[in-house]
Every structure is written in C-alpha cells, then in structure tokens.
C-alpha cells in the first residue's frame, strides 16, 4: 500500500462541509452580536446574503487548504480520516472503531464542561451576554461548525503539524511523547482560539481567560486522543456531540 495515500478528495469534501457548516453558523452568532451581520455589510458594500455567502465560500477554501495540509503530514504519523478515506478512494475500511464510545465522550465533555461551569462560572463575566443566549434551534444549527471547521483547523492542520515538527526529533517516526505533545498544544490552541470571540462579548479579565481556555482545552484533549486512535471521522462525532450537549440540550433544559 502507498505509504503517502492522496487525500485531495478529502480535503474537498471537508472545505465543502466547512462552507455550509460555516454559512449554517450565523444565526448562532447573530443571537451573540445582533448587529454584526449589518455592519459587515455596510463595510462591504454588499447585501447581507451576499455577505454570508462570501465568508462562508472564504472558509472553506481556508479549510480546505488546512486539511489537505495537514493530512499530507499526519499520514504517516497515523493521524488520518480512514472512513473518509475508505468511501472516497476504496480503501480498506479501519479496524480500529467505536462509535458509541466517541458518541459517549463528547456526551461527557458536555457534562463535565456544565459542571465545571457550575462550579466555577460561565466563561464569561457580563451579565448581559446570558440575556442574548442563542436559542436550542440555533445551537442545533451551529453545532455541525466544531465537528468539521474546528476539528479540521485544530486536529488535522495544527495536531498533524505540530505532530510532524515533532516527529523531526525522532527521525520521522511517531513516538508516543510527540503525539501527547501534540494533542496537549492542539489542544491549548484550541481554548486560545475562542478568545477573540470572548472579548467581543465581554471583558478580559484573568479569570474569564482561565475559564474559557481551561474549557475548550479540555474537550480539545479528549478529541486529540480519539483523532489518534481512532481517526478524524470519532473526533468530529465526539466535537458533534459535545455542542449539542452545550448549545442544544443544556439551553433547552435551562
């Protein structure tokens, strides 16, 4: 068997997905900041539609050069989308998996996640964001945008390159210190990455900061370790799963 597979149809089909997973999240963010589609729009010149065609069609030409990336290095690290891989060029299909446990997992990353919120507060400190949390319907919408833009910019590109970088010391060969390495930065990229979101609907402070990247670094460490074992197909379900947990469930219930 190749040892370098090609992965351009997988990259295609994850940009494809990250278009209409990116356009699918904006009335989850419009519940967030009602006015930003209007501004963007002014600035732009544009129609509002037009304006959200145009970012969604940017991310996923972005994604898809970051998942064709970042699987060219991860392959042969092991670090690959074996399902997507076995429908799209007739490979044989991963030995290797359990869906109910990825399922399970993100279930739990949810839980774990409310309850360190209930323990510890909301990432954010202003009060007036929990008046404008966004709808079960729109969590539901957005959710499909962990599992493919984030997995794809978190897990495929920043894992398997940092993964790679790492593999450099061991002369290309996958050690089991350079993958834990690899998730645990993968991850803290990941709490990092929801930042610039959280200054827009609040202020910064140290506590905020250590909430929100304490959160998302968690999750991001159960999905690195799925993405190793078990490939990229349990770690978007795991990220699926997770959000519905957070944006769905737990709003409904509240």
Same mark, same amino acid.
């Given at each position: 068997?190749?040892?370098?597979?090609?992965?351009?149809?997988?990259?295609?089909?994850?940009?494809?997905?990250?278009v209409?997973?990116?356009?699918?999240?904006?009335?989850?963010?419009?519940?967030?900041?009602?006015?930003?589609?209007?501004? #963007? #729009?002014?600035a732009?010149?544009?129609?509002?539609?037009?304006?959200?065609?145009?970012?969604?069609?940017?991310?996923?030409?972005?994604?898809?050069?970051?998942?064709?990336?970042?699987?060219k290095?991860? #392959?042969?690290?092991g670090?690959?989308?074996?399902?997507?891989?076995?429908?799209?060029?007739g490979?044989?299909?991963?030995?290797?998996?359990?869906?109910?446990?990825?399922?399970?997992?993100?279930?739990?990353?949810?839980?774990?996640?409310?309850?360190?919120?209930?323990?510890?507060g909301?990432?954010?400190?202003?009060?007036?964001?929990?008046?404008?949390?966004?709808?079960?319907?729109?969590?539901?919408?957005?959710?499909?945008?962990?599992?493919?833009?984030?997995?794809?910019?978190?897990?495929?590109?920043?894992?398997?390159?940092?993964a790679?970088?790492?593999?450099?010391?061991?002369?290309?060969?996958?050690?089991t210190?350079?993958?834990?390495?690899?998730?645990?930065?993968a991850?803290?990229?990941?709490?990092?990455?929801?930042l610039?979101?959280?200054?827009?609907?609040?202020?910064?402070?140290?506590?905020?900061?250590?909430?929100?990247v304490s959160?998302?670094?968690?999750?991001?460490?159960?999905?690195?370790?799925?993405?190793?074992?078990?490939?990229?197909?349990? #770690?978007?379900l795991?990220?699926?799963?997770?959000?519905?947990g957070?944006?769905?469930?737990?709003?409904?219930?509240?």
């Amino acid at each position: 068997m190749n040892r370098f597979p090609p992965q351009l149809r997988i990259a295609l089909l994850l940009g494809a997905a990250a278009v209409l997973a990116t356009a699918a999240l904006f009335p989850y963010l419009l519940a967030l900041k009602p006015g930003a589609l209007t501004l #963007a #729009a002014a600035a732009y010149g544009l129609p509002p539609a037009a304006v959200i065609a145009l970012q969604s069609l940017q991310s996923g030409v972005i994604y898809f050069l970051l998942a064709w990336a970042g699987l060219k290095l991860g #392959a042969p690290l092991g670090l690959e989308a074996g399902w997507l891989g076995a429908w799209l060029y007739g490979r044989p299909r991963p030995h290797a998996s359990n869906w109910l446990l990825a399922a399970l997992l993100g279930a739990l990353c949810a839980g774990a996640i409310l309850g360190a919120i209930a323990l510890f507060g909301t990432p954010l400190d202003r009060p007036a964001v929990a008046a404008r949390d966004p709808a079960p319907w729109r969590g539901l919408l957005a959710s499909p945008y962990g599992a493919i833009v984030e997995e794809t910019g978190l897990r495929v590109f920043a894992m398997g390159c940092i993964a790679w970088l790492l593999a450099r010391i061991t002369a290309g060969v996958p050690r089991t210190w350079t993958m834990l390495a690899a998730i645990v930065l993968a991850a803290l990229l990941f709490g990092v990455g929801h930042l610039p979101l959280a200054a827009q609907l609040g202020p910064l402070t140290v506590a905020v900061i250590a909430r929100v990247v304490s959160y998302k670094a968690f999750a991001g460490l159960v999905f690195g370790a799925l993405y190793w074992k078990r490939g990229l197909e349990h #770690a978007m379900l795991a990220h699926f799963c997770a959000d519905l947990g957070l944006h769905v469930v737990a709003p409904a219930i509240t």
